[in-house]
């Protein structure tokens, strides 16, 4: 059964700041890997999406990089904002169940 | 429309009542997935459809808990004597086609059972 991992479970940072959130699972067959950001009582909105033969995707500050033979994922942020504040959840697809999600990783960053 | 819709935003019922949740798909999705968004947790798979039929509903907790997509496009998650342990955000999410594509998730509705 896959499982998935996603380190720290917080993280506060002051604004400027470059951070890494980590996701990493137990099962390296994969499909695809996703990271989504969740506001406050939101929805679920996706960030990146890497296919299982790709090494990383890049969208504006945020770069994604995965190594599924060790079963990691990484989330960079680069110059984080306060805007960026919110909960970050890293999903995998392996072809059981439609979405496996780690618990997230809740960022603040502050002015 | 624009997203995945999701009515009621927010739903409080009583212990033992039957509860219906709606969601709109983006139009043209013919994938939907339900899900179930435990607080301090994150989402947990519950059913997912292919058009009209239930393509895999291995998540559903017990049988309770039953969905519908009767036209390929809205679907309702229906919860029966509802238990104090059923309080969760339930998420909805559409895809173009398949497994393999970006999900894209309503906003949710918040189920309180009191």
């Known amino acids: 059964k896959q499982e998935v991992t996603q380190i720290p479970a917080a993280l506060s940072v002051p604004e400027g700041e470059n951070l890494v959130l980590n996701c990493s699972f137990t099962?390296?067959?994969?499909?695809?890997l996703q990271w989504f950001r969740q506001d406050p009582g939101k929805g679920l909105t996706s960030l990146l999406l890497?296919?299982?033969?790709?090494r990383e995707q890049t969208s504006g500050r945020l770069n994604a990089s995965l190594d599924k033979s060790s079963g990691r994922s990484t989330l960079y942020i680069a110059a984080s904002q306060p805007g960026d504040s919110a909960t970050y959840l890293c999903a995998v697809y392996s072809g059981n169940t439609p979405l496996v999600f780690g618990k997230g990783t809740r960022l603040s960053v502050i002015a | 429309g624009a997203g995945v819709s999701q009515t009621p935003s927010n739903k409080v019922t009583e212990k033992g009542k039957y509860v219906e949740l709606r969601c709109d798909p983006i139009s043209g999705h013919t994938a939907l997935y339900w899900y179930r968004q435990s607080l301090g947790q994150g989402p947990e798979f519950l059913i997912y459809f292919q058009g009209t039929g239930a393509a895999d509903d291995s998540g559903l907790p017990n049988d309770r808990f039953f969905a519908v997509r009767p036209e390929g496009s809205v679907s309702t998650l229906k919860i029966q004597r509802t238990e104090r342990g059923d309080s969760a955000v339930y998420l909805c999410a559409s895809s173009g086609s398949g497994n393999t594509d970006t999900q894209y998730f309503g906003p949710g509705t918040r189920l309180t059972v009191l």
């Open positions: 099962d390296s067959a994969i499909y695809n």
């Open positions: 890497i296919q299982s033969s790709q």
